[in-house]
């Protein structure tokens, strides 16, 4: 079975910074794409940041030049760096992994979901 564990989220002042962490465990084959999704009351749920297993990086308009998304391989993890936090920013974060794992003896490629953290930027 495959989980994703999210950490890091909280409460800050606008200008502030945070560090979301997102760890994947399970019989973990190998690992396609990881990305960070938000979604705020009332809001369709939106991409904030994403990257592939080739290194890739894709950033909401919205976040770049304040995000950075990055993996560590060796700990099947991924994190968020945010910085100049605003107040626009705040919601809930999800953390997404494609990945192949291993069921039955057999290799599957599936996508699966954190439990989300709570992101709050206020004065």
């Known amino acids: 079975q495959v989980q994703l564990v999210e950490s890091g989220g909280g409460s800050v002042q606008p200008g502030g910074s945070l560090r979301l962490s997102c760890a994947a465990s399970?019989?973990?084959?190998?690992?396609?794409?990881l990305g960070w999704y938000r979604q705020a009351p009332g809001k369709e749920r939106e991409l904030v940041a994403r990257i592939t297993s080739g290194g890739g990086l894709d950033y909401a308009d919205s976040v770049k030049g304040r995000f950075t998304i990055s993996r560590d391989n060796a700990k099947n993890t991924v994190y968020l760096q945010m910085n100049s936090l605003k107040p626009e920013d705040t919601a809930i974060y999800y953390c997404t992994a494609n990945l192949s794992f291993r069921r039955w003896g057999l290799v599957i490629q599936n996508e699966y979901w954190g439990q989300g953290t709570q992101v709050t930027v206020s004065s």
């Open positions: 399970g019989s973990i084959v190998s690992i396609n794409a």
